[in-house]
């Protein structure tokens, strides 16, 4: 197939990544070639760091990057897409505009996902002439590695649209499973009740975040912690979600005040390169100032 995969950042170049892997022609597309340039370049290097743990082969890697092309141009990259799948910022409003402006770019037959989430497909679907069309395919970061891809069936899905994810899924190595469009679908929900507890014990002062984070990948094998994963995906994306979730569902998904505090003094993990966590060259070296006296000798 044709695959267009809107927005090169964190998911996008994953779903890129992943989707060219496959043997499926891929168009990356950004607003800005620097983004797209990024983009390309992180697919690379993922490839290079499977080459080196004899994971991909350096002819696979070649093979892969050959099938990826990347454009700033809409029309370009969605013109001929059997599929489009948009990873742009998770914002209801930008979604939707995307999805209207791929809509009237594309053939009668191509399928539209989104890469949302916990944003509501039915309205993400709505912005569509013909909604039955779309569909949610949420995935997880790390892309090229995390096997779960959610996906999410819109109100006004039908069940060949359906069927389309859940052979595409399948066909790029991945585990799907279907869930009705909810506040937050499954795992965010799940995910996000955890993560936003584990910041509330921060709040409270019940332990340092590497503590926290030890006893979930120890006491529960989780691969990451829940403070750390937070940084990973963004804590201006944690924020987001929270909100979402706490206009949709109620209290309990209230934002912690330091979470917000956090976000608002531009703190956003892992990409900004301070969170919860210090970050140099994608690697934790630290705690953020405030929590160094909670680290005790474990440092």
């Known amino acids: 197939m044709k695959v267009a995969v809107l927005g ?4 996008g170049h994953g779903i890129a990544q992943v989707t060219a892997m496959a043997g499926h022609e891929v168009t990356l597309r950004d607003i800005e070639q620097e983004f797209v340039d990024n983009g390309i370049e992180s697919i690379s290097a993922n490839l290079q760091g499977g080459v080196e743990r004899d994971k991909v082969t350096a002819e696979e890697k070649q093979a892969t990057l050959d099938r990826i ?15 489009v799948v948009e990873a742009v ?28 989430s916990s944003l509501s497909l039915t309205e993400i679907a709505s912005a ?17 590695i995390m096997k779960l891809v959610e996906i999410v069936v819109p109100e006004q899905a039908d069940r060949e649209t359906v069927k389309f994810a859940d052979e595409f899924v399948e066909d790029i190595g991945k585990v799907g499973v279907e869930v009705r469009d909810s506040p937050g679908f499954a795992s965010s929900r799940l995910g996000v009740s955890l993560g936003v507890e584990a910041i509330r014990m921060l709040q409270e002062g019940v332990a340092s975040p590497r503590d926290i984070d030890a006893a979930m990948e120890l ?4 691969p990451m912690g829940p403070i750390e994963l937070g940084d990973v995906v963004g804590l201006d994306v944690r ?36 969170g919860f966590y210090v970050w140099e060259d994608g690697e934790i070296v630290g705690v953020s100032g405030e929590y160094d006296q909670n680290e005790g000798d474990g440092e």
């Open 128 to 144: 569509l002439d013909n909604p039955s069309r779309a569909v949610g395919l949420h995935f997880f970061n790390p892309v090229h």
């Open 219 to 222: 006491g529960y094998n989780h």
């Open 239 to 274: 924020l987001d979600i929270l909100e979402h979730l706490r206009e949709e569902l109620g209290e309990r998904f209230r934002p912690p005040q330091i979470l917000r505090q956090k976000v608002r003094a531009g703190k956003l993990g892992k990409k900004t390169g301070e």
């Open 69 to 83: 092309s990347g454009t700033t141009d809409l029309e370009t990259a969605v013109g001929d897409a059997d599929m």
């Open 89 to 116: 910022p998770e914002e209801m409003d930008i979604k939707r505009t995307t999805f209207s402006d791929v809509e009237a770019l594309v053939s009668d037959d191509t399928i539209i996902g989104s890469n949302t």
């Open 8 to 11: 090169a950042g964190t998911m």
